[in-house]
């Protein structure tokens, strides 16, 4: 499933999660310039559940490439957000032939113990920062009681759900901010109790991706913290960097103008270079 908006170059927006349902990646300050193909990845939104489980990045990257041939796109670019860079990432790596350019957009290139570790500490200071606010104090309950104490099991929607939108305060820079200026926020979700354990590293192969790119995080990221990103910027050989200091991992929403000003600065460049 995927919905089309927009009018310029393609892009294929590919949202995180994954479960996560995608209406929260919608960009209205790309659709001006670009033809925003936003996808439902397998699993979440619209799109269904897959029978046997496997839900492997590279699976993902197979899907978004038959978005491409679906609307007889031969190449377009690919902004992926968090879950959604990790397939960016392999479509990079898979499909490099149908890649005009990699918007990795608060991601990592891992998805291990690592990654999860520098999370779990990126949590701990984000409750300690807000400690006077209750939401903080309760994301990070939620996320310890998910991952380091184990007492929270996320069996279905309603329990996925309930733990998403506990710890969506982290997601922000200040969340009661964003809310004060954009409204009440939530996160819709489906819950694969089939969907198999998907381990992914690429972090070896970064320097094999040609692709001009450009990687945006947000400083007050904690679930893709900026070090990541600082990774990838040194990793890839045709890659720049974008920080949005006064953002976590939803920029899109909290600097909404910078980041949609990074991207289209972005394509235009690689537009007007192949048309030399």
């Known amino acids: 499933m995927y919905r089309i908006a927009g009018e310029g170059p393609v892009c294929l927006v590919h949202s995180g999660g994954p479960g996560v349902h995608p209406g929260y990646l919608r960009i209205p300050g790309l659709e001006r310039g670009l033809t925003l193909v936003y996808l439902d990845p397998v699993g979440s939104g619209d799109s269904d559940l897959l029978p046997d489980g496997d839900y492997s990045v590279s699976r993902y990257a197979r899907f978004a490439e038959a978005v491409l041939d679906d609307i007889g796109a031969p190449t377009g670019y690919f902004l992926g957000h968090s879950h959604g860079g990790f397939v960016a990432l392999q479509f990079g790596l898979d499909h490099p032939d149908r890649v005009d350019g990699l918007i990795l957009y608060d991601t990592v290139p891992a998805n291990g113990r690592d990654e999860r570790a520098a999370a779990t500490k990126e949590m701990a200071s984000f409750a300690q920062r807000w400690a006077d606010r209750p939401e903080a104090v309760e994301a990070g ?12 099991e996320i069996a279905d929607d309603e329990s996925f759900g309930r733990y998403m939108n506990g710890i969506l305060p982290a997601y922000f820079a200040d969340y009661r ?8 926020l939530a996160l819709p979700v489906t819950h694969d109790p089939n ?5 992914w590293d690429v972090r070896d192969r970064l320097g094999t991706i040609n692709v001009p790119t450009l990687v945006i995080v947000g400083t007050s990221d904690f679930i893709c913290p900026p070090r990541f990103a600082y990774e990838m910027h040194a990793g890839m050989p045709d890659a720049r960097l974008c920080e949005l200091r ?13 980041f949609a000003s990074a991207v289209l600065e972005f394509i ?8 030399k």
């Open 141 to 152: 309950r939620m996320w310890d009681a998910v991952h380091l104490s184990q007492t929270m």
């Open 177 to 184: 901010k964003t809310v004060e200026r954009v409204g009440a």
């Open 195 to 199: 969907r198999l354990p998907a381990s």
């Open 246 to 258: 006064d953002s976590g991992h939803f920029g899109h929403i909290e600097q909404a103008d910078e």
């Open 268 to 275: 235009h460049e690689q537009e007007m270079g192949n048309r």
